[in-house]
């Protein structure tokens, strides 16, 4: 039952308000992703047909290896259509500001060197020792 217009508008400022209220909750509700493409879909169901018509014809003609080789392009056409598609971006998007703004991620940066514990137990204990106290 689809939602009259005044409900749809009710939706509309809840959601505006929750953005300006609470700009990091928000970011995390938001909807990633939609459906998956129809074309993927479209060229998985062409390679189970081609590769079902494969296997029909190497049981016909006796030839094992055709039909062989049918069953594999079926079973990856199927594969296709039920594996999640790739992402684009890997790795965190970027912090979010209080504020509610989203600062990129740096690219390229290298990678942080794992300390052991006792390096960084050591390095605490200097900190409480020189007054930080954290």
């Not at 953005?19 to 992703?33: E, K, M, Q, V």
């Not at 390679?47 to 049918?70: C, F, K, N, Q, Y």
């Not at 990678?111 to 514990?117: A, H, I, R, S, V």
């Amino acid at each position: 039952m689809p939602l009259s217009e005044y409900e749809q508008r009710v939706l509309e400022q809840m959601e505006r308000q929750l953005t300006s209220d609470d700009p990091r909750l928000a970011n995390t509700l938001a909807p990633r992703g939609g459906r998956r493409p129809v074309v993927r879909y479209a060229v998985a169901g062409g390679g189970a047909v081609v590769g079902l018509l494969l296997l029909v014809i190497g049981a016909a003609t006796s030839l094992p290896w055709l039909g062989a080789a049918g069953f594999v392009v079926m079973f990856a056409a199927v594969g296709f259509a039920f594996a999640t598609p790739r992402r684009e971006h890997t790795g965190p998007q970027g912090t979010v500001a209080p504020d509610g703004t989203v600062r990129p991620a740096r690219r390229g940066a290298a990678p942080t060197k794992k300390q052991g514990f006792m390096s960084r137990f050591e390095e605490r204990w200097d900190r409480r020792r020189d007054g930080d106290g954290r």
